[in-house]
């Protein structure tokens, strides 16, 4: 069924959340267990958003409003929990989303709705990790392109609560220029396919690598993976670097 909401960023696929080894996922704060939630995707959402939760399962032709894309990095930082929980329960029409959206509050009790929470929530990439002092994001790219390239920027001000999400495209005004993130997934050992941030500053030099993983598992992939960067040994990394850097270089020339 529909749930045209925001979930994950770059979710890993289900071999690895389903196995529950080293790819194990967090609980949400409101203790939910990734390892239920699964099975209440499966029951629940997987017919319109599909396995991939790219929002292209088997009913997705066959709705007006295409399911959300689940993977989107915007998603995620633009709802919080309850407005989340709401809309799973109460449908789209209710938080103003696709009215394709059912309720489930018939069907799904309490604790299903925040293990659906820590399921699609439990490998997201956040943006604050990302650039901690950008108040504001923008995406440069279309919303439904593959692997998403996003602009941060910091407007010289602490930030109250988190970054705003500008439309696409849009600089705000009076911005600095923090960095841009290129989002995409790659296989990892025992992990499987797991969701990368690249991170470049203004000038389009690598600054960083963040990975979807519990802690623990994370800061060994980041190091790896920005290493064989650096390096230029990463075949399937490289090419997106390099695109992401001639971004950077676009969008501060």
């Known amino acids: ?6 979930f994950s960023a770059c979710p890993r696929t289900p ?5 529950g080894g080293t790819a194990a996922l967090a609980t949400t704060s409101g203790g939910g267990d990734h390892r239920r939630g699964w099975p209440v995707y499966l029951d629940h959402c997987v017919e319109c958003h599909g396995e991939g939760r790219r929002g292209d399962g088997d009913r997705s ?14 998603l995620l930082a633009t ?6 929980a709401k809309a799973i329960a109460q449908g789209g029409a209710f938080v103003g989303k696709s009215k394709a959206m059912p309720a489930f509050r018939e069907e799904l009790s309490e604790r299903d709705v925040m293990d659906l929470l820590a399921l699609l929530r439990g490998d997201a990439l956040v943006l604050e990790d990302c650039f901690p002092g950008a108040e504001v994001w923008t995406r440069l790219t279309p ?36 960095g ?12 499987g396919t797991t969701p990368v941030a690249l991170l470049v500053d203004p000038s389009g030099a690598l600054s960083g690598v963040r990975v979807g993983l ?3 598992d994370r800061e060994k992939a980041q190091r790896d993976l920005e290493a064989g960067l650096r390096a230029g040994k990463s075949e399937a990394l490289g090419p997106l670097l390099e695109r992401l850097t001639a971004a950077a270089r676009r969008e501060n020339p």
């Open 1 to 6: 069924m529909v749930t045209c909401i925001a």
């Open 15 to 19: 071999a690895a959340v389903a196995d």
């Open 61 to 74: 032709a066959r709705l007006e409003v295409r399911p959300a894309n689940l993977r989107d990095p915007l």
């Open 79 to 84: 709802r919080s929990d309850d407005q989340i």
């Open 143 to 178: 919303p439904d392109a593959r692997d998403p390239v996003m602009a941060a920027y910091a407007l010289g001000r602490p930030r109250a609560g988190r970054p705003r999400v500008a439309s696409t495209g849009e600089a705000p005004k009076g911005g600095s220029l923090v």
């Open 180 to 191: 841009l993130a290129l989002f995409t997934e790659v296989s990892l050992p025992r992990a």
């Open 214 to 216: 519990p802690p623990g």
